[in-house]
Protein backbone atom coordinates (compact mmCIF):
# COMPACT_ATOMS: atom_id res chain seq x y z
CA UNK A 1 0.00 0.00 0.00
CA UNK A 2 1.06 3.72 -0.82
CA UNK A 3 0.47 6.99 0.99
CA UNK A 4 1.18 10.77 0.28
CA UNK A 5 4.10 12.21 0.53
CA UNK A 6 3.02 14.67 3.42
CA UNK A 7 1.96 11.49 5.39
CA UNK A 8 4.69 10.24 4.63
CA UNK A 9 6.97 12.56 5.99
CA UNK A 10 4.31 13.15 8.65
CA UNK A 11 5.46 9.74 10.00
CA UNK A 12 9.71 9.86 9.10
CA UNK A 13 8.87 13.25 11.87
CA UNK A 14 7.53 10.85 14.18
CA UNK A 15 10.81 9.04 13.77
CA UNK A 16 12.81 12.12 14.06
CA UNK A 17 13.39 12.78 10.66
CA UNK A 18 13.76 16.60 9.51
CA UNK A 19 11.24 16.97 7.31
CA UNK A 20 10.70 20.95 6.20
CA UNK A 21 7.89 22.93 7.44
CA UNK A 22 4.42 22.69 6.05
CA UNK A 23 0.84 21.80 5.28
CA UNK A 24 -1.69 19.90 3.43
CA UNK A 25 -4.45 22.00 1.55
CA UNK A 26 -7.32 20.75 -0.78
CA UNK A 27 -8.64 24.49 -1.51
CA UNK A 28 -6.04 27.34 -2.99
CA UNK A 29 -7.72 29.35 -0.09
CA UNK A 30 -6.28 26.82 2.52
CA UNK A 31 -3.09 26.93 0.26
CA UNK A 32 -2.68 30.27 0.45
CA UNK A 33 -2.94 30.79 4.26
CA UNK A 34 -0.86 27.93 4.92
CA UNK A 35 1.97 29.95 2.61
CA UNK A 36 1.34 33.31 4.74
CA UNK A 37 2.00 30.96 7.66
CA UNK A 38 5.07 29.37 6.57
CA UNK A 39 6.71 32.90 5.23
CA UNK A 40 8.69 33.18 2.45
CA UNK A 41 8.98 30.92 -0.40
CA UNK A 42 7.03 28.01 -0.46
CA UNK A 43 7.20 24.96 -2.39
CA UNK A 44 3.39 24.01 -3.87
CA UNK A 45 3.67 19.96 -4.42
CA UNK A 46 0.71 17.97 -5.84
CA UNK A 47 0.04 15.01 -3.84
CA UNK A 48 -0.31 12.14 -5.94
CA UNK A 49 0.86 8.05 -5.55
CA UNK A 50 3.32 8.55 -8.25
CA UNK A 51 7.20 9.71 -8.47
CA UNK A 52 8.23 11.82 -11.38
CA UNK A 53 6.66 14.82 -10.26
CA UNK A 54 9.30 17.57 -10.47
CA UNK A 55 9.65 16.88 -14.29
CA UNK A 56 6.05 16.66 -14.83
CA UNK A 57 5.22 20.58 -13.80
CA UNK A 58 3.99 18.73 -10.17
CA UNK A 59 6.15 20.93 -7.89
CA UNK A 60 6.00 24.71 -8.30
CA UNK A 61 7.82 27.54 -6.25
CA UNK A 62 5.86 30.22 -5.20
CA UNK A 63 7.29 33.73 -4.01
CA UNK A 64 4.04 35.17 -2.23
CA UNK A 65 0.48 33.91 -0.83
CA UNK A 66 -1.12 35.27 -3.58
CA UNK A 67 1.12 33.53 -6.04
CA UNK A 68 0.74 29.82 -3.65
CA UNK A 69 -2.93 30.55 -3.70
CA UNK A 70 -2.74 30.79 -7.91
CA UNK A 71 -0.42 27.90 -8.62
CA UNK A 72 -2.52 25.34 -6.05
CA UNK A 73 -5.97 26.32 -8.15
CA UNK A 74 -3.84 25.60 -11.41
CA UNK A 75 -3.05 22.12 -9.63
CA UNK A 76 -5.57 21.07 -7.57
CA UNK A 77 -8.36 19.21 -9.38
CA UNK A 78 -6.40 18.08 -12.08
CA UNK A 79 -4.93 15.19 -13.11
CA UNK A 80 -1.13 14.82 -13.15
CA UNK A 81 0.73 12.70 -15.85
CA UNK A 82 3.94 11.42 -14.96
CA UNK A 83 6.82 9.15 -16.17
CA UNK A 84 5.23 6.59 -13.85
CA UNK A 85 2.02 7.15 -14.43
CA UNK A 86 -0.90 5.74 -16.98
CA UNK A 87 -1.25 8.24 -20.12
CA UNK A 88 -4.66 9.40 -17.98
CA UNK A 89 -2.36 10.06 -15.22
CA UNK A 90 -3.85 10.61 -11.75
CA UNK A 91 -6.24 13.26 -9.77
CA UNK A 92 -4.62 15.75 -7.77
CA UNK A 93 -7.08 17.01 -5.28
CA UNK A 94 -4.20 17.59 -2.48
CA UNK A 95 -1.18 19.64 -2.67
CA UNK A 96 1.13 19.76 0.40
CA UNK A 97 2.34 23.56 0.77
CA UNK A 98 6.23 23.36 2.60
CA UNK A 99 8.71 25.85 2.84
CA UNK A 100 11.22 26.03 -0.17
CA UNK A 101 14.68 25.10 0.71
CA UNK A 102 18.12 26.75 -0.41
CA UNK A 103 19.46 23.65 -1.50
CA UNK A 104 23.16 22.69 -1.64
CA UNK A 105 23.40 18.87 -2.21
CA UNK A 106 20.96 16.39 -2.95
CA UNK A 107 21.79 12.61 -1.76
CA UNK A 108 19.63 9.61 -2.11
CA UNK A 109 18.81 7.26 0.61
CA UNK A 110 16.21 4.06 1.23
CA UNK A 111 15.54 0.79 1.63
CA UNK A 112 14.03 -1.61 0.29
CA UNK A 113 13.29 -5.85 1.06
CA UNK A 114 15.93 -7.76 -1.43
CA UNK A 115 13.98 -10.71 -2.47
CA UNK A 116 17.53 -12.43 -3.44
CA UNK A 117 19.16 -12.41 -0.43
CA UNK A 118 15.93 -11.99 1.74
CA UNK A 119 17.92 -8.79 3.65
CA UNK A 120 16.42 -5.65 3.90
CA UNK A 121 19.00 -3.28 1.97
CA UNK A 122 19.97 0.30 2.28
CA UNK A 123 20.68 2.69 -0.55
CA UNK A 124 22.53 5.77 -0.58
CA UNK A 125 24.19 7.85 -3.52
CA UNK A 126 25.70 11.18 -3.50
CA UNK A 127 23.95 11.63 -6.82
CA UNK A 128 20.29 11.88 -5.66
CA UNK A 129 17.41 13.98 -7.15
CA UNK A 130 14.99 13.51 -9.98
CA UNK A 131 18.00 11.43 -12.04
CA UNK A 132 18.48 8.48 -9.67
CA UNK A 133 17.11 6.36 -12.24
CA UNK A 134 19.71 6.95 -14.85
CA UNK A 135 22.01 7.32 -12.10
CA UNK A 136 21.32 3.67 -11.56
CA UNK A 137 21.33 2.58 -15.24
CA UNK A 138 24.68 4.23 -16.25
CA UNK A 139 26.65 4.31 -13.33
CA UNK A 140 25.54 1.78 -10.73
CA UNK A 141 28.82 1.79 -8.97
CA UNK A 142 27.72 5.49 -7.61
CA UNK A 143 24.75 3.82 -5.67
CA UNK A 144 25.90 2.18 -2.45
CA UNK A 145 24.31 -0.87 -0.65
CA UNK A 146 24.67 -2.41 2.82
CA UNK A 147 22.31 -5.53 3.39
CA UNK A 148 20.87 -5.27 7.09
CA UNK A 149 21.76 -8.83 9.24
CA UNK A 150 17.79 -9.58 11.01
CA UNK A 151 19.75 -11.07 13.80
CA UNK A 152 22.88 -8.37 13.97
CA UNK A 153 20.69 -5.36 13.07
CA UNK A 154 22.00 -2.23 11.20
CA UNK A 155 25.43 -1.72 12.85
CA UNK A 156 27.41 1.55 13.06
CA UNK A 157 29.78 0.39 10.40
CA UNK A 158 27.18 0.17 7.98
CA UNK A 159 25.87 3.41 8.49
CA UNK A 160 29.49 5.10 8.65
CA UNK A 161 29.88 3.24 5.42
CA UNK A 162 27.07 5.10 3.61
CA UNK A 163 27.71 8.22 5.24
CA UNK A 164 31.50 8.43 4.04
CA UNK A 165 30.36 7.14 1.02
CA UNK A 166 28.10 10.06 0.27
CA UNK A 167 31.40 12.22 0.81
CA UNK A 168 29.42 14.38 3.40
CA UNK A 169 31.52 16.12 5.59
CA UNK A 170 32.37 15.80 8.83
CA UNK A 171 29.91 17.72 10.50
CA UNK A 172 27.36 15.95 8.92
CA UNK A 173 28.36 12.29 9.02
CA UNK A 174 26.78 11.84 12.89
CA UNK A 175 23.45 13.29 11.52
CA UNK A 176 23.70 11.01 8.62
CA UNK A 177 24.06 8.18 10.36
CA UNK A 178 20.84 9.17 13.42
CA UNK A 179 18.86 9.78 10.15
CA UNK A 180 19.62 6.25 9.02
CA UNK A 181 19.19 4.66 12.11
CA UNK A 182 15.74 6.65 12.05
CA UNK A 183 14.69 5.31 8.93
CA UNK A 184 15.23 1.96 9.28
CA UNK A 185 13.77 1.65 12.69
CA UNK A 186 10.34 3.26 11.13
CA UNK A 187 11.10 0.49 8.08
CA UNK A 188 10.73 -2.09 10.91
CA UNK A 189 8.13 -0.66 13.10
CA UNK A 190 5.43 0.05 10.01
CA UNK A 191 6.25 -2.84 8.01
CA UNK A 192 7.14 -1.13 5.27
CA UNK A 193 8.22 -2.47 1.51
CA UNK A 194 10.13 0.85 0.59
CA UNK A 195 11.44 3.95 2.45
CA UNK A 196 12.32 6.20 0.29
CA UNK A 197 14.15 9.87 0.43
CA UNK A 198 15.14 11.49 -2.77
CA UNK A 199 16.26 14.24 -2.50
CA UNK A 200 17.98 13.54 0.81
CA UNK A 201 19.37 17.43 1.35
CA UNK A 202 21.92 19.06 2.81
CA UNK A 203 20.74 22.86 3.12
CA UNK A 204 23.03 26.19 2.18
CA UNK A 205 22.44 26.51 6.13
CA UNK A 206 23.88 22.97 6.35
CA UNK A 207 20.61 21.59 7.74
CA UNK A 208 20.27 17.67 6.68
CA UNK A 209 16.50 17.19 5.45
CA UNK A 210 13.83 15.15 3.93
CA UNK A 211 13.08 17.10 0.91
CA UNK A 212 10.78 14.21 -0.68
CA UNK A 213 9.37 11.14 1.09
CA UNK A 214 7.58 7.72 -0.27
CA UNK A 215 6.62 4.82 1.88
CA UNK A 216 5.33 1.49 0.61
CA UNK A 217 3.89 -1.00 3.34
CA UNK A 218 3.35 -5.26 3.02
CA UNK A 219 0.01 -5.48 1.95
CA UNK A 220 0.12 -8.62 4.68
CA UNK A 221 1.27 -6.74 7.31
CA UNK A 222 -1.71 -3.94 7.57
CA UNK A 223 -3.80 -5.75 9.86
CA UNK A 224 -1.54 -4.86 12.50
CA UNK A 225 -1.37 -1.25 11.38
CA UNK A 226 -4.88 -0.20 11.29
CA UNK A 227 -3.61 3.74 11.46
CA UNK A 228 -1.70 3.10 8.12
CA UNK A 229 -4.49 1.29 6.67
CA UNK A 230 -6.35 4.11 7.08
CA UNK A 231 -4.56 6.67 4.96
CA UNK A 232 -4.99 4.92 2.37
CA UNK A 233 -6.27 6.93 -0.85
CA UNK A 234 -8.79 4.86 -3.11
CA UNK A 235 -9.01 7.95 -5.36
CA UNK A 236 -5.63 7.14 -6.31
CA UNK A 237 -6.00 3.57 -7.34
CA UNK A 238 -6.74 2.48 -10.90
CA UNK A 239 -10.72 2.26 -10.79
CA UNK A 240 -10.68 -1.44 -12.00
CA UNK A 241 -8.65 -2.69 -8.94
CA UNK A 242 -10.17 0.12 -6.51
CA UNK A 243 -13.45 -2.16 -7.14
CA UNK A 244 -11.65 -5.46 -7.51
CA UNK A 245 -10.31 -4.97 -3.93
CA UNK A 246 -13.88 -3.58 -2.53
CA UNK A 247 -15.07 -6.99 -4.30
CA UNK A 248 -12.60 -9.05 -2.40
CA UNK A 249 -10.41 -9.50 -5.00
CA UNK A 250 -7.40 -9.10 -3.48
CA UNK A 251 -5.06 -10.12 -6.86
CA UNK A 252 -6.14 -8.55 -9.43
CA UNK A 253 -3.53 -6.43 -11.06
CA UNK A 254 -5.00 -4.29 -14.95
CA UNK A 255 -3.37 -4.70 -17.43
CA UNK A 256 -3.52 -3.24 -20.97
CA UNK A 257 -4.27 -6.00 -22.79
CA UNK A 258 -7.90 -7.34 -23.98
CA UNK A 259 -7.95 -11.08 -23.02
CA UNK A 260 -9.66 -11.17 -18.92
CA UNK A 261 -7.94 -13.85 -17.30
CA UNK A 262 -9.64 -16.02 -14.20
CA UNK A 263 -7.03 -18.26 -12.70
CA UNK A 264 -6.67 -19.88 -9.10
CA UNK A 265 -3.10 -19.51 -7.91
CA UNK A 266 -0.29 -17.12 -8.89
CA UNK A 267 1.73 -19.28 -10.57
CA UNK A 268 -0.70 -20.70 -12.54
CA UNK A 269 -2.01 -16.87 -13.45
CA UNK A 270 1.79 -16.06 -14.25
CA UNK A 271 1.84 -18.96 -16.80
CA UNK A 272 -1.42 -18.24 -18.08
CA UNK A 273 -0.26 -14.57 -19.27
CA UNK A 274 3.01 -15.56 -21.02
CA UNK A 275 1.17 -18.15 -22.96
CA UNK A 276 -1.39 -15.60 -23.75
CA UNK A 277 2.00 -13.40 -24.53
CA UNK A 278 3.04 -16.52 -26.57
CA UNK A 279 0.26 -17.29 -28.89
CA UNK A 280 0.23 -13.07 -29.94
CA UNK A 281 -2.51 -11.92 -27.22
CA UNK A 282 -2.01 -9.62 -24.27
CA UNK A 283 -4.18 -9.72 -21.19
CA UNK A 284 -6.13 -7.87 -19.69
CA UNK A 285 -5.21 -8.40 -15.90
CA UNK A 286 -3.76 -10.57 -13.77
CA UNK A 287 -5.96 -12.36 -11.74
CA UNK A 288 -5.39 -14.95 -8.66
CA UNK A 289 -9.03 -16.02 -7.15
CA UNK A 290 -7.14 -17.98 -4.62
CA UNK A 291 -8.99 -20.56 -2.82
CA UNK A 292 -12.57 -20.56 -4.04
CA UNK A 293 -15.35 -22.46 -2.17
CA UNK A 294 -17.61 -19.49 -2.85
CA UNK A 295 -19.45 -19.22 -6.03
CA UNK A 296 -19.65 -15.26 -5.32
CA UNK A 297 -16.09 -14.78 -5.99
CA UNK A 298 -16.24 -16.17 -9.46
CA UNK A 299 -19.30 -13.80 -10.04
CA UNK A 300 -17.26 -10.72 -8.52
CA UNK A 301 -14.75 -11.80 -10.76
CA UNK A 302 -17.25 -11.51 -14.21
CA UNK A 303 -17.97 -8.24 -12.81
CA UNK A 304 -14.69 -6.84 -13.53
CA UNK A 305 -14.63 -8.38 -17.12
CA UNK A 306 -17.67 -6.39 -17.49
CA UNK A 307 -16.86 -3.57 -16.44
CA UNK A 308 -13.26 -3.45 -17.71
CA UNK A 309 -14.27 -1.74 -21.82
CA UNK A 310 -10.98 -3.56 -23.02
CA UNK A 311 -11.88 -6.97 -22.39
CA UNK A 312 -12.89 -8.66 -25.49
CA UNK A 313 -12.84 -12.27 -24.38
CA UNK A 314 -12.19 -14.27 -21.22
CA UNK A 315 -10.11 -17.19 -20.31
CA UNK A 316 -10.85 -19.08 -17.28
CA UNK A 317 -8.00 -21.81 -16.34
CA UNK A 318 -8.28 -23.62 -13.43
CA UNK A 319 -6.96 -26.87 -11.29
CA UNK A 320 -8.83 -27.29 -8.59
CA UNK A 321 -7.12 -28.38 -5.57
CA UNK A 322 -8.53 -27.29 -2.22
CA UNK A 323 -10.46 -25.30 -4.68
CA UNK A 324 -13.85 -27.64 -5.91
CA UNK A 325 -13.81 -26.75 -10.29
CA UNK A 326 -18.09 -27.06 -9.28
CA UNK A 327 -17.93 -24.40 -7.37
CA UNK A 328 -16.23 -22.30 -9.66
CA UNK A 329 -18.57 -23.75 -13.07
CA UNK A 330 -21.88 -22.73 -10.07
CA UNK A 331 -19.89 -19.56 -10.12
CA UNK A 332 -19.23 -19.10 -13.77
CA UNK A 333 -23.51 -19.98 -14.53
CA UNK A 334 -24.56 -17.32 -11.75
CA UNK A 335 -22.14 -14.51 -13.22
CA UNK A 336 -24.47 -15.36 -16.36
CA UNK A 337 -27.44 -15.13 -14.56
CA UNK A 338 -26.83 -11.77 -12.88
CA UNK A 339 -25.27 -9.86 -16.07
CA UNK A 340 -25.57 -9.70 -19.42
CA UNK A 341 -21.61 -11.14 -20.81
CA UNK A 342 -22.11 -12.02 -24.07
CA UNK A 343 -18.00 -11.60 -24.26
CA UNK A 344 -16.94 -14.96 -26.02
CA UNK A 345 -15.37 -17.42 -22.97
CA UNK A 346 -12.51 -19.82 -23.35
CA UNK A 347 -12.72 -22.38 -20.45
CA UNK A 348 -10.17 -24.92 -19.39
CA UNK A 349 -10.96 -27.14 -15.85
CA UNK A 350 -8.68 -29.39 -14.68
CA UNK A 351 -8.69 -31.39 -10.78
CA UNK A 352 -11.31 -31.88 -7.93
CA UNK A 353 -14.83 -32.11 -9.11
CA UNK A 354 -13.98 -31.57 -12.56
CA UNK A 355 -16.66 -33.99 -14.10
CA UNK A 356 -19.32 -32.00 -11.80
CA UNK A 357 -17.71 -28.49 -12.85
CA UNK A 358 -18.07 -29.68 -16.94
CA UNK A 359 -21.71 -31.06 -16.64
CA UNK A 360 -23.11 -27.77 -14.64
CA UNK A 361 -22.16 -25.67 -17.44
CA UNK A 362 -22.89 -27.83 -20.07
CA UNK A 363 -26.64 -28.31 -18.63
CA UNK A 364 -26.32 -24.74 -18.07
CA UNK A 365 -26.28 -24.05 -22.07
CA UNK A 366 -23.95 -21.07 -21.78
CA UNK A 367 -21.95 -20.46 -24.76
CA UNK A 368 -18.28 -21.42 -24.63
CA UNK A 369 -15.61 -22.88 -26.24
CA UNK A 370 -13.65 -25.91 -24.60
CA UNK A 371 -10.04 -26.11 -24.58
CA UNK A 372 -7.96 -29.15 -23.08
CA UNK A 373 -4.94 -27.86 -21.86
CA UNK A 374 -2.73 -24.58 -21.29
CA UNK A 375 -1.57 -23.51 -24.48
CA UNK A 376 -5.20 -24.82 -26.93
CA UNK A 377 -6.65 -22.59 -23.67
CA UNK A 378 -4.28 -19.17 -24.54
CA UNK A 379 -4.69 -19.80 -28.47
CA UNK A 380 -8.43 -20.21 -28.41
CA UNK A 381 -8.93 -17.46 -26.18
CA UNK A 382 -6.25 -14.94 -28.88
CA UNK A 383 -8.75 -15.87 -31.11
CA UNK A 384 -11.66 -15.40 -29.14
CA UNK A 385 -10.96 -11.89 -28.15
CA UNK A 386 -9.81 -11.20 -32.09
CA UNK A 387 -13.68 -11.53 -32.93
CA UNK A 388 -14.88 -11.02 -29.79
CA UNK A 389 -17.75 -8.06 -28.65
CA UNK A 390 -20.24 -7.47 -25.53
P1 LIG B 1 9.45 14.01 -7.39
O1 LIG B 1 10.44 13.01 -6.91
O2 LIG B 1 8.08 13.45 -7.52
O3 LIG B 1 9.90 14.71 -8.64
P2 LIG B 1 10.38 15.74 -5.20
O4 LIG B 1 9.68 16.01 -3.93
O5 LIG B 1 11.59 14.89 -5.15
O6 LIG B 1 9.32 15.17 -6.26
O7 LIG B 1 10.76 17.13 -5.84
C1 LIG B 1 11.47 17.27 -7.06
C2 LIG B 1 12.49 18.38 -6.94
O8 LIG B 1 11.85 19.60 -6.59
C3 LIG B 1 13.51 18.12 -5.84
O9 LIG B 1 14.59 17.36 -6.31
C4 LIG B 1 13.90 19.52 -5.45
O10 LIG B 1 14.93 19.98 -6.31
C5 LIG B 1 12.64 20.33 -5.70
N1 LIG B 1 11.91 20.53 -4.42
C6 LIG B 1 11.01 19.70 -3.84
N2 LIG B 1 10.56 20.17 -2.67
C7 LIG B 1 11.20 21.34 -2.47
C8 LIG B 1 11.21 22.32 -1.42
N3 LIG B 1 10.46 22.20 -0.34
N4 LIG B 1 12.03 23.40 -1.57
C9 LIG B 1 12.82 23.54 -2.65
N5 LIG B 1 12.86 22.66 -3.66
C10 LIG B 1 12.07 21.57 -3.59
MG1 LIG C 1 11.63 12.74 -5.33
Known amino acids: ?70 LAAQMLGTRLVTHQTTPEGVPVSKVLIEKAVSIQRELYLSIIVDGASRMPVMMASEAGGMDIEEVARVSPEKILKVYIDQAAGFQSFQRRKLAYGMNLNSTHIRPATSLMTNLYKLFQAKDCSLAEINPLVVTT ?57 MVNGAGLAMAVMDLIT ?36 ILVNIFGGITRVDVIAQGIVEAHKQMDCRLPLVIRLAGTNVDDGKRIIAESGIKFVEATDFYDAARKAVEAAKGGSK
Open 1 to 70: MKIHEYQAKALLSEFGIPVPRGGVATTPAEAKRIAAELEGKVAIKAQVYAGGRGKAGGIKVANTPEEAEK
Open 205 to 261: DGELLALDAKLNFDDNALFRHSDIEQLHDVEQEDPLEAKANELGIKNYIKMDGNIGC
Open 278 to 313: QAGGRPANFLDTGTVNDANRVVNAFKIFTTDPNVKA
